[in-house]
């Protein structure tokens, strides 16, 4: 699933127009923004979403997983989409768990960004700053249990 995402919504949708669709032992991969935003955040929000976690509107993730999905890859916040989502596909079809899939692309966010940098974790940080935009990099989530591998690829 790849689209423009905003809280409530996803690839254009509402997220309520997938309520009759069984899921049951699907992979989900999204690259769309806000698709596991939380109801609340600590980094600050900007443009269209700024104040838009209105608890009432149905968040992604959750969604997928309450229509029975095994596992949800998505980010909190501005994701960067199918160049991060391809890496987790491909890993899962070199027999990798969801768990290592994860940490793989985590690690090589990190790497790219120079290693870890303990500033990046604040509680405050202003909107569009370059602090904000390294923070983001590592809001993605995988939802599922670590040790699954979701495709099995007989070689």
Same mark, same amino acid.
């Not at 032992?25 to 109801?39: A, E, H, K, T």
């Not at 949800?72 to 290592?100: I, Q």
């Not at 990190?110 to 809001?139: H, V």
């Given at each position: /699933? ?15 127009? @997938? ?20 109801? *609340? +955040? ?11 976690? =209105? ?6 993730? /959750? ?14 916040? @501005? ?9 987790? @596909?491909?890993?899962? /079809? ?13 690690? *090589? ?7 870890? +940098?303990?500033?990046?974790? +604040? ?21 599922? =249990? ?10």
């Amino acid at each position: /699933l790849f689209g423009h995402g905003v809280p409530g919504r996803v690839v254009g949708m509402e997220v309520d127009a @997938l309520s009759n669709v069984d899921l049951s032992n699907q992979v989900i991969l999204s690259g769309c923004c806000y698709s596991g935003v939380g109801m *609340a +955040t600590d980094c600050a929000m900007a443009g269209p979403v700024a104040g838009s976690l =209105d608890p009432k509107l149905k968040r992604f993730s /959750l969604a997928m997983v309450d229509r029975g999905a095994v596992s949800v890859f998505c980010h909190m916040r @501005l994701n960067m989409g199918f160049p991060h989502v391809y890496p987790m @596909l491909e890993s899962y /079809l070199a027999n990798r768990s969801l768990g290592e899939s994860y940490q793989r692309l985590i690690n *090589a966010l990190i790497e790219a960004q120079g290693g870890f +940098t303990p500033q990046w974790y +604040t509680k405050q940080t202003p909107a569009r700053s370059t602090q904000s935009r390294k923070m983001n990099q590592l809001l993605y989530m995988q939802i599922g =249990d670590p040790a699954l591998v979701p495709i099995q690829v007989k070689r």
